[in-house]
């Protein structure tokens, strides 16, 4: 049996949710393959997604990088916070490193994929096995002008070893990959058209409603409760579990709730940061899409140009968000059908895996 390692970041849900979607289809294709998922936020989720494919599955919790650390009651960066926790993880990542490098040698690792915590580069490089980020971004960019130069140097040099590098739609990275660099589109979960149909019923089940999906992100705690925009009476609002409002035009995903796309292929309409799972749902399933902008993002403004690049989108602020009308919000049909790359990335990772015998 053939076993790979999977390092996923740890902010939110997204990184979680688009590395499932790879896993399962990995999984699927090889039957001979094991996975050890390597991470902490998601582990929950990750598990339970997973669990058909019982033992194969191994799961390890490790805090696995830093991600984004936001101030409170925003979605703006919380700058001096995300400099220290930045410079404590890296005082002790050499530790960390060691530690996992002795929880996988006897696991036999023949492959480390990362999404894209940088402490799987390090690990991969000092064991001599190779290494696949799979991305849109790196922590390296995304910190550029936020954090330290000496401290986000670090991150660089993580990245640099680096052997194979799957880059994702919108990324505008470096080739980090000292092997392959290769360009891929979205690519998400899917929706299962049966459970699709009975959320639109559920929601909707007049019909002259429009369903609005507003996924602000699980790790992002917002007093959302008064804002005009509920009071929209010709839509029905969906929004994550953690959101404390309480409204009749607002209906919470359960806690329990998994495949929350859905949700997204249940929509008429999607409102996001742009964040890339999310929003690789909503163009998949060619939804009208309204996208937050965060201007101190470097992540978010890359993604936002690939999107406004091929018409797919449109955006608001947050203060405009809060007494929009959405019936303001009109959205040209899409002009181009993007196809769900989950099969073409996974055709890649596997042959890098089956050809590491001979090239490593």
Not at 61 to 84: C, F, H, M, P, W
Not at 160 to 171: R, T, V, Y
Request: aromatic fraction near 10%; charged fraction near 25%; hydrophobic fraction near 40%.
């Amino acid at each position: 049996m053939k076993t790979i390692a999977y390092y996923i970041s740890e902010y939110g849900f997204g990184h979680a949710t688009r590395s499932i979607v790879l896993m399962r289809e990995m999984l699927k294709v090889d039957a001979e393959l094991r996975i050890v998922v390597c991470t902490s936020f998601s582990l929950g989720l990750i598990r339970d997604s997973l669990e058909e494919f019982g033992e194969r599955v191994v799961y390890h919790k490790i805090v696995t990088d830093v991600g984004y650390i936001l101030r409170e009651d925003s979605l703006q960066l919380d700058k001096d916070a995300l400099n220290i926790a930045c410079q404590e993880y890296l005082i002790k990542c050499g530790d960390l490193v060691k530690q996992e490098i002795e929880y996988l040698s006897p696991l036999n690792v023949e492959c480390i994929l990362s999404d894209i915590a940088p402490i799987a580069f390090e690990i991969g490089d000092k064991m001599n096995i190779p290494t696949v980020g799979i991305s849109n971004f790196t922590w390296w960019s995304a910190y550029e002008g936020v954090i330290d130069s000496s401290l986000n140097n670090e991150f660089k040099s993580m990245y640099e070893k680096m052997d194979h590098f799957i880059q994702l739609a919108g990324c505008k990275e470096p080739g980090f990959g000292r092997k392959s660099n290769e360009q891929f589109g979205f690519f998400c979960r899917e929706a299962d058209e049966r459970e699709v149909q009975r959320l639109r019923n559920d929601l909707n089940p007049s019909g002259p409603k429009r369903i609005v999906f507003i996924p602000i992100g699980m790790k992002i705690e917002l007093n959302m409760a008064d804002w005009s925009l509920w009071n929209n009476e010709n839509c029905v609002f969906v929004v994550s579990s953690h959101i404390d409002i309480e409204h009749p035009n607002v209906v919470k995903v359960p806690a329990d709730y998994t495949e929350v796309q859905n949700y997204v292929a249940a929509a008429d309409l999607v409102i996001s940061k742009a964040g890339w799972g999310t929003v690789g749902e909503a163009v998949v399933h060619q939804k009208a899409l309204l996208i937050i902008e965060r201007e101190e993002m470097n992540e978010d403004r890359n993604t936002i140009e690939y999107l406004t690049e091929h018409a797919v989108c449109q955006l608001v602020s947050w203060e405009q968000l809060r007494g929009l009308q959405i019936s303001n919000v009109q959205q040209s049909p899409y002009k181009v059908d993007f196809i769900n790359d989950a099969v073409e990335i996974t055709e890649k990772v596997l042959k890098i895996i089956d050809v590491k015998a001979v090239t490593y």
